[in-house]
């Protein structure tokens, strides 16, 4: 007589990563990789970040170049880990943006392999675990940002290595990655709590090396933050500003608009994906009736991995509503999107172990991997556009190089915000000049900031509407682009897009 399907899965999957060849992984890899390469060499930056990002990674291997890095060097905007490993690598290879993207698609790739082990944790399952990668490998988001100068595949590459050592009880280990991951976003900063939780109450101790590695992040970037501003929580002072300008620019966001919020959820689970999602909510929901009842079936592995996700989850929502993050974007739920597909694998197990005719699971099974699939099917418009977004950015910057071809000044210089212009252009650094370099004096006067356009020699302008710009505080008629001269700005062309805001290249005439 045929086993029951339930028996019948757990049979022919029991120890299963045992019988796993090198070739199986090897397989995995190549896939998972094949995927990132080609996106990292035929997909652009998906936003401006990205392009930031590149501009510290010059900006640092040229300070490596000359032997005179410092620790004030790594200030910024962003924390520096990811910026800084891909600037020892661009010392050789002198091209930061290219740099990069391939640091991200190794992330990437590794993240997916990464999921297929966890998941092989959680369900002892090959076929479970083949579920989850694929999964992750055709996923349209998580390609698209692997193939992005960002942090925020990276980041959840290095969440995933510390999740897996906690899995193999391997506290130091957890420890690194999760300092690791500590220093490329300050969402990991979650786990410097969550950790000597998870290892008191699997081993009921707390290892203080492990705990001094988690506690390095802050504290590094306090002591750079005095370094670079001579104020350790110049860092803090100076989002809070930028936040003050993006409310100033958006003043919906003041508050709580309930369209606002709306908005925020749909994306933030866009990229984590509501099935999976809900999911793991579910999965959480069944560990801790599990705990409580003091079940013999309670997975650590599941509730080790539900901590993490649901730790950072906490931290975003705890930033939104201090508006400490006014606004959540899809890439934001990444890292909820690797940690979740295993715990929708461990809860699609337990519904075929559970179910009540054997064919309810089965279909439960199906169900939702279709429902998955048709997530995933919403995050394919967003490629497009961003390839709309990035011809408008390189038609600016083509039209910018020509125009510095033809100026009579060989130094003059384009004020420009829009920092994929300055990227994609390829001109030097000191060819711009922008709002974060310019006097804080000259944001409420016109004349002066004029003045200091001549002072520059500054010839041309970028004209990008958004938050944080002097261009778009003084001189918010310049969006209007319907005649060719406003004031001293003479229209040289225009670049519309689809995912953000348009571009204008201007003339500064004398």
Known sequence: MDMPFAAAVRASNDDGKKRLSIRVWVMLWLVAFSTRIFAAFFLPNAEQDGYSDAEAIARLSASLAMGHLHASDLYGFWLPLF??????????????????????????????????????????????AWTAFVLIVLNPLHILYSAACMTDVPFGFLVLCSLWFVLQDG?????????????????????????????????????????????????????????????????????????????????????FALSDISLDVDYLLLGLNKIVFVASL??????????????????????????????????????????????WLPRYGLFGFVLGLPLLAWLLQWLVENSRPVWLGRFAVGAVILLCTGQMQRQIPIIPKVLNDFAAHRHAASALVVAFAESADPNARCFSDDVAVRVLSGLPADRFVSSTTAPTGLWDNASRFESYLREKRVAFLIFMPTEDSLPVELYPQLEQNGQATIGRFEAITFAPSRFGPGVWLYRVRD
Request: charge should be positive; charged fraction near 10%; include cysteine.
């Open 83 to 128: 910026q800084l490993a891909a600037a020892v690598v661009n010392v050789w290879v002198g091209h930061p943006l290219l740099v990069g993207k391939i640091l991200a698609a190794l992330c990437g790739a590794i993240s997916c392999v990464l999921v297929f082990a966890i998941t092989m944790q959680l369900t002892r399952s090959v076929a479970f």
């Open 171 to 255: 506290w130091i280990g957890a420890a690194i990655f999760a300092a690791l991951a500590g220093c490329v976003r300050v969402e990991a900063w979650a786990l410097i709590p969550l950790l000597p939780l998870l290892q008191w109450f699997r081993q009921r101790r707390i290892s203080p090396v492990a705990l001094a590695l988690l506690l390095l992040p802050p504290l590094g970037w306090l002591a750079i933050s005095w370094f670079a501003r001579g104020d350790p929580f110049a860092f803090f002072a100076e989002r809070a500003r930028y936040h003050a300008h993006y409310l100033d620019f958006h003043p919906s966001r003041r508050g």
């Open 282 to 327: 579910f999965a959480g929901a069944i560990l801790i009736f599990q705990a409580i009842r003091r079940s013999n079936r309670f997975s650590w592995a599941a509730a080790a991995t539900a901590s993490y996700m649901f730790a950072i989850v906490g931290f975003l929502l705890l930033a939104y509503v201090t508006k400490r993050q006014p606004v």
